[in-house]
Nanobody, 124 residues
């Protein structure tokens, strides 16, 4: 089993930044892939970014370089640095884990373990 706990969400004005964190516990072999997903009210869940155990990252095309995913294996922590935030980034952000490779495509149905989510609200 894997347990994932997100933190770092909050309210910010457009153009601002936030850093989300996700602390993972459980067997490492079932979290070879870690990722961030988000879901806005009334919209489907969408993938944001994923990273594999070797540090290779992939991003959703719509981000255009604004976000960066990283991990600190010593702390079992996944991060999402979000810059130049826009109101359309407002959503619940979820951390997720997957055991088997590959880690892409960035689709939620491929990921088995999920955190409870952290809310990000961006005001204009």
């Amino acid at each position: 089993q894997v347990q994932l706990v997100e933190s770092g969400g909050g309210s910010v004005q457009a153009g601002g930044s936030l850093r989300l964190s996700c602390v993972a516990s459980g067997y490492t072999y079932i979290r070879n892939c870690m990722g961030w997903f988000r879901q806005a009210p009334g919209k489907e869940r969408e993938g944001v970014a994923v990273i594999d155990s070797d540090g290779r990252a992939s991003y959703a095309d719509f981000l255009k370089g604004r976000f960066a995913i990283s991990q600190d294996n010593a702390k079992n922590t996944l991060y999402l640095q979000m810059n130049s935030l826009k109101p359309e980034d407002t959503a619940m952000y979820y951390c997720a884990a997957r055991g088997p490779f590959p880690c892409t495509p960035i689709r939620g149905y491929l990921y088995s373990y999920w955190g409870q989510g952290t809310q990000v609200t961006v005001s204009s």
